[in-house]
């Protein structure tokens, strides 16, 4: 079955210091990977998605096939950026659907 | 635009009891999906759909059903609840391989 594993629940460190949150999955074809995230109180929100490339409050995550990793990355935590992330690959063969499989979320708490 | 509107934000249950939980778009998506999110296992897909008629079931379908009778609404049915059913409730719409648009949720509590 098809797999997207977070392994870390919690990650916490102090503001200013670099974050990387993992996100691997199991799919052999190129997928659109998306980063979703959901603070304090309000809904989840899209991140940002690996075929824009772009850096999104400072997020990067790249993709790397060849270890079929999609990590989230950030030089410099601040604390608004305490959230709970969901890393989400396309489900295998969904074709153009959009149907997403959501990983086990990563909660991140920068400390001042 | 409200975006994804869903009613009720929280609702108690009795066990064997029957609801509706209500999910509306304005953005004339054509999917739209259903979640459930529960501690540690993320959000995990219920019922799905591709348009208006259309449905298919998702990864935890078992004690739900769906109907999308328009292309803004997407209501979800919860035929017998159970304590499993515990969870907190979130309905999505999108394009094609877009960015995926969540209401607010619904917190369901099944005693």
């Known amino acids: 079955a098809q797999r997207v594993t977070q392994p870390e629940k919690l990650l916490s460190v102090f503001k200013g210091a670099p974050v990387e949150l993992k996100c691997n999955y199991s799919y052999s074809g190129s997928p659109e990977l998306f980063w979703y995230v959901q603070y304090s109180r309000q809904r989840l929100q899209l991140l940002l998605r690996?075929?824009s490339r772009e850096s999104i409050k400072g997020f990067t995550a790249d993709l790397n096939k060849g270890e079929t990793s999609f990590h989230l990355k950030k030089p410099f935590a601040q604390e608004e950026d305490s959230a709970m992330y969901y890393c989400?690959?396309?489900?295998?063969?969904?074709?153009?659907?959009?149907?997403?499989?959501f990983g086990q979320g990563t909660t991140l708490q920068v400390k001042p | 635009n409200a975006g994804v509107t869903q009613t009720p934000k929280f609702q108690v249950l009795k066990t064997g009891q029957s609801m509706t939980l209500q999910c509306a778009q304005d953005m004339n998506h054509e999917y739209m999906s259903w979640y459930r999110q529960d501690p540690g296992m993320g959000l995990r897909l219920i019922h799905y759909s591709v348009g208006a008629g259309i449905t298919d079931q998702g990864e935890v379908p078992n004690g739900y059903n769906v109907s999308r009778s328009t292309t803004e609404d997407f209501p979800l049915r919860l035929l017998s609840a159970a304590p499993s059913q515990t969870s907190v409730y979130f309905c999505a719409s999108h394009e094609g391989n877009n960015e995926q648009f969540f209401g607010p949720g619904t917190r369901l509590t099944v005693l």
């Open positions: 690996h075929i």
């Open positions: 989400a690959p396309p489900l295998h063969g969904s074709g153009n659907t959009g149907k997403l499989i």
